[in-house]
């Protein structure tokens, strides 16, 4: 695969597809990216959606960030390629409210 065309979504086309994992927008997040240090907004991330799962590259340096597959009633979800996510929880709304 070449990584030098433009055959890739931004980090939000992972939406809906995060959004059956997680409670917080994930796109909002900011990742740090394991192998160059980049510290961007998931939403920068270049995602690859022509195999059969998703595959987010580093805007900066295009290692994987995350590998993401759903097979049947599992979902397998490979953060590795990040140092660290960091999600805003600020906006969450108190169920005891």
């Not at 409670?23 to 394991?34: K, Y």
């Amino acid at each position: 695969m070449s990584l030098d065309n433009d055959d890739y979504f931004d980090g939000n086309a992972a939406a809906g597809e995060l959004s059956n994992i997680f409670a917080l927008d994930v796109t909002a997040a900011e990742g740090e990216c394991a192998h160059c240090g980049a510290m961007k907004r998931f939403a920068e991330a270049h995602m690859y959606m022509q195999g059969p799962g998703i595959v987010a590259r580093c805007s900066a340096c295009q290692h994987v960030l995350l590998r993401l597959v759903n097979a049947r009633e599992r979902v397998f979800l490979d953060l590795r390629g990040m140092r660290c996510l960091t999600l805003d929880t600020s906006r969450l709304v108190d169920p005891g409210r």
